[in-house]
């Protein structure tokens, strides 16, 4: 089956700094990447996702790069703010339509 | 309001219990999954269904039951057989299968 590999697993910025956060995929069949959102004690929400075809996705600070060939994407948070601060997760779509997930990482924005 | 509610929030179980977390959803969405959450780790899929009167096992189904008789309804029983069942358990739903999925609040399970 697909396996989601996610670094860093914790990530300090400074407010203002910008965080990378990146994930690896094995299934080269995969081709849906959502990133989700999950602030203590709360469910995940959607904050961006892509799809094999593009290679890149933006959403005002938020963005999204995919390498279908290195089988590996990443987010890119710029101007990041305290309310930044929260557990990140990837999770790239399986040949049988479920999402698999990376391990998070738990980013903290340093006001 | 459209979305996801999970209940209760937080859900105590005795030894020897089973118990049963609510999950609904008013989106119209056909596929519905059970997630359990464990500290530092991922999301572990525990059973998904993509139609009503069908669902599936998922990596970790072992010590779960599920049932879908209505599309806005997938309640998840934490049966006696799980013997490590303290996690935060999350539902999610999707129009259709490999579709974006929106997830609920989540039931925090502990043992007593």
């Known amino acids: 089956g697909e396996n989601v590999e996610q670094h860093p697993s914790t990530l300090s910025v400074q407010e203002g700094d910008s965080a990378v956060i990146k994930c690896t995929y094995s299934?080269?069949?995969?081709?849906?990447f959502p990133w989700y959102k999950q602030e203590l004690g709360k469910g995940p929400q959607l904050i961006i996702d892509?799809?094999?075809?593009?290679g890149e996705k933006k959403d005002q600070r938020i963005a999204v790069t995919l390498n279908k060939t290195a089988k590996h994407f990443s987010l890119h948070i710029t101007e990041t703010q305290p309310e930044d601060s929260a557990v990140y997760f990837c999770?790239?779509?399986?040949?049988?339509?479920?999402?698999?997930f990376g391990t998070g990482t738990s980013l903290t924005v340093i006001p | 309001d459209g979305g996801i509610t999970q209940s209760p929030k937080y859900l105590f179980r005795k030894e020897g219990q089973n118990v049963t977390l609510s999950c609904e959803q008013n989106?119209?969405?056909?596929?519905m999954y059970w997630y359990r959450q464990d500290p530092g780790q991922g999301l572990r899929l525990i059973y998904y269904?993509?139609?009503?009167?069908?669902?599936q096992k998922g990596d970790i189904a072992e010590g779960y039951s599920v049932s879908r008789e209505k599309k806005e309804s997938f309640p998840l029983t934490v049966t006696s057989a799980q013997k490590n069942p303290t996690a935060f358990y999350l539902c999610?739903?999707?129009?259709?299968?490999?579709?974006?999925?929106?997830f609920g609040p989540g039931t925090r399970l502990l043992v007593l």
């Open positions: 999610a739903s999707s129009f259709r299968r490999s579709e974006t999925q929106y």
């Open positions: 299934d080269s069949a995969s081709n849906y």
């Open positions: 892509i799809r094999s075809n593009v």
């Open positions: 999770a790239a779509s399986g040949f049988l339509g479920q999402f698999y």
């Open positions: 989106l119209n969405h056909d596929a």
């Open positions: 269904s993509q139609i009503v009167n069908d669902f």
